[in-house]
């Protein structure tokens, strides 16, 4: 990662996540973790210039039954939280659910940072609960 705006992004965002969670670095700079039984990676992009963002995405579940409901409850609300837009996707073995998340994170420092990624991935756990167990 060469912009030095989005590393420093990336660096409190991983500060952040190892309060609550064991983080690995990708060669690309992605930092991954689990939270719940959800799969998450938080990249950084530039959408245009003067423009740096954190993009969060939770695989929240992955080959839930062909044959249920989870695009209807998704749409309806199933685990709603503010943050994040999820994203019911038909796979070859089933439904995969996403919830993604992207935010201006320049001057954020560790605790509101971690904040606002814990307040995402605690709604696709919630999401996830009420998917795979409910």
């Known amino acids: 990662m060469s912009d030095p705006v989005i590393t420093d992004?990336?660096?409190?965002?991983?500060?952040?996540?190892?309060?609550?969670?064991?983080?690995e670095i990708g060669d690309d700079g992605a930092i991954t973790f689990a939270h719940g039984g959800v799969l998450c990676v938080v990249q950084g992009t530039e959408l245009e210039p003067g423009l740096p963002v954190l993009n969060l995405t939770c695989v929240v579940a992955w080959d839930l039954p062909a044959s249920s409901d989870v695009p209807q409850r998704v749409a309806l609300g199933v685990g709603e939280g503010l943050f994040g837009t999820p994203r019911v996707i038909r796979g070859e073995r089933g439904w995969d659910v996403t919830l993604r998340y992207a935010f201006p994170a320049v001057g954020l420092g560790e605790h509101p940072m971690g904040t606002l990624l814990m307040l995402v991935v605690s709604s696709a756990s919630s999401m996830r609960a009420e998917l795979v167990d409910g």
């Open 9 to 23: 992004m990336l660096r409190v965002a991983k500060a952040a996540l190892e309060r609550f969670h064991d983080v």
